[in-house]
Each structure stands twice: as C-alpha cells, then as structure tokens.
C-alpha cells in the first residue's frame, strides 16, 4: 500500500522561497512517477510538478514553470517541491502523489496534504 506523507507548508510572504517534502513508502514497479498538485479554496486539485523515478525527468504546468523545482532521491524514497519567488496565488494545500503518466494521470496514493499561505 503507497503511503505518503508531506511536510513543509506553512506562512511565507510573496517573493519568498518554501521547499516541501514527501516522504515515500510501499511503492511498487507500477508507480513510475511521482509528484505534486494542489488545490485552493473552492478550486479543483490541479497538476503541479512530476519526476520520473527512475530517469529524474520532469514536467510542470506554465504556472510554476521555472519558479518550481521537483526533485527525487531515489535511495532515501524522498519527493521534494522547492518552491521560489511565490506568489499569494499559489497559496493552496499541496498533495503528495504517485503513479503513472506524465501528468499522472493514474493515481495510485495520495499523501495527506500540506498547506502553503503565502502572504503579499
């Protein structure tokens, strides 16, 4: 069974740096992509960042685009987010996921959430 579990979040102010956490267990084969999303009040959960864990590629939505930074150590079965110049609209509570498909479109377990404020 995937468990995830995230740390990290909290209060920041605008044009600050945050890096998030995932720690990562009971993965099979079968999840070959780790990776985040997020969702903010009255918002659908949305595709942030993903890492392949096994070639380190990744892939991210225009939105964090060269703000975001994901990142992956294999050996320690950990999922990082660094997260620069934030802006108070990337406020939202920030899932931990796994699975398969660039944009992980499968989803085989999600962590429990983090949330990150980020204050103007």
């Known amino acids: 069974q995937v468990q995830l579990v995230e740390s990290g979040g909290g209060l920041v102010q605008a044009g600050s740096s945050r890096r998030l956490s995932c720690a990562a267990s009971?993965?099979?084969?079968?999840?070959?992509?780790v990776g985040w999303f997020r969702q903010s009040p009255g918002k659908n959960r949305t595709f942030v960042a993903s890492?392949?864990?096994?070639?380190?590629?990744?892939i991210y939505t225009n939105d964090v685009k060269g703000r975001f930074t994901v990142s992956r150590d294999v050996n320690e079965k950990m999922l990082y987010l660094q997260m620069d110049s934030l802006k108070p609209l990337d406020t939202a509570v920030y899932y931990c996921?796994?699975?398969?498909?660039?944009?992980?479109?499968?989803?085989?377990?999600w962590g429990q959430g983090t949330q990150v404020t980020v204050s103007s």
């Open positions: 996921a796994a699975g398969a498909g660039l944009y992980m479109d499968r989803i085989d377990g």
């Open positions: 009971g993965l099979t084969s079968f999840s070959t992509r």
């Open positions: 890492i392949s864990w096994k070639s380190g590629n990744t």
